[in-house]
């Protein structure tokens, strides 16, 4: 039996006694790919911690892609073929919070527009379908890290457009709502356009690494981000499992 016994104040954070019971039983074939795990209300009672702790465990181990997460159904064990596969890019607030510095986020645009040809066939809408559109600059320590344009189908997240995000991430906040169940991405280096460029605070001519990444909950599109970072300022950490 794996015990469940917190260490003291002052060791490592409560969600990673929570993720590594989870990922040990996952080691061990206690749960088998595509069989359900136990439930948040389950967890909270066995660690004795809030949910919301267990649900930064669940998240993380979600975009690692260890489990999948049904909403109102539960979270299940990931096939292990899609696993061994995935590249993972973390919340950006937690990823700035783990290395001890502080995340800002300015909101520049946040509203509904009318999707056009391509975005409308990344989407799977219509052609001028509504359609929500954020634009925000992240920043580390009063520093603009990424610039992030990402549209979403209001259909998986229709109180996008309400939530605070200067509060809280786009990425923690679909998840939430909306799981994914799928990542597409594409990764280049190049150019920033010219208001992202004044956004970050650097020149046209300055190279960025460039992401764009589509997200789906089965077959339905969720989002699709251009994530752009100063390429002096940031870099991608990825891991693979057999």
Known sequence: MVSTTLPPSGAAAPYTHVKNFLMEGLSQGRWTPGSQMPSESELVQQFKVSRMTVGRAIRELQAEGFVTRVQGVGTFAAHLARVSSNLTIKDLHEEIAARGHQHQARVVLSREELAVDGLAQQLGLPLGAPVFHTLIVHSENGVPLQCEDRYVNPACAPDYLSVDFSQ????????????????????????????????????????????????????????????????TRYQIQGQFKP
């Open 168 to 231: 809280t991430t786009p990425t923690h906040y679909l998840l939430e709502v909306a799981p994914l169940w799928e990542a597409q991405y594409s990764i280049e280096a190049g150019p920033p356009s010219p208001q992202e460029a004044e956004l970050l605070g650097i020149t046209p001519q300055d190279p960025c690494l460039i992401i764009v990444r589509r997200t789906m909950n089965r077959d339905v599109p969720i989002t699709l981000a251009r994530l752009v970072h100063p390429g």
